[in-house]
Nanobody, 119 residues
């Protein structure tokens, strides 16, 4: 099992910044990807950003140029730096980690952290 704990959400004004953190623990030795997803009220969960251990990084078009995903291997932590936040970024943000065990893809999720962008 992989445990993921998100932090860093909160209320911010439009144009402001937040940094989300995702601390991973447990069976993390064979992770191959970590990412951030979000779910706004009444909408489906969507990909925000993801990086793979192979070195690729992908972002949703709506956040390109504003959000940056990164990781600290020593701390087993992934980050999402969010700049120039907009009201439409309001959502619960979830951390996600993927690993492959005996050819089976296993996905773990955190419980989420709420980001509210409002005046």
């Amino acid at each position: 099992q992989v445990q993921l704990v998100e932090s860093g959400g909160g209320l911010v004004q439009p144009g402001g910044s937040l940094r989300l953190s995702c601390a991973a623990s447990g069976r993390i030795s064979n992770l191959n990807a970590m990412g951030w997803y979000r779910q706004a009220p009444g909408k489906e969960r969507e990909l925000v950003a993801v990086f793979t251990w192979a070195g690729s990084t992908n972002y949703a078009d709506s956040v390109k140029g504003r959000f940056t995903i990164s990781r600290d291997n020593a701390k087993n932590t992934a980050y999402l730096q969010m700049n120039n936040l907009k009201p439409e970024d309001t959502a619960v943000y979830y951390c996600n980690a993927e690993r492959v065990v005996s050819g089976v893809r296993i996905v773990s999720w955190g419980k989420g952290t709420l980001v509210t962008v409002s005046e």
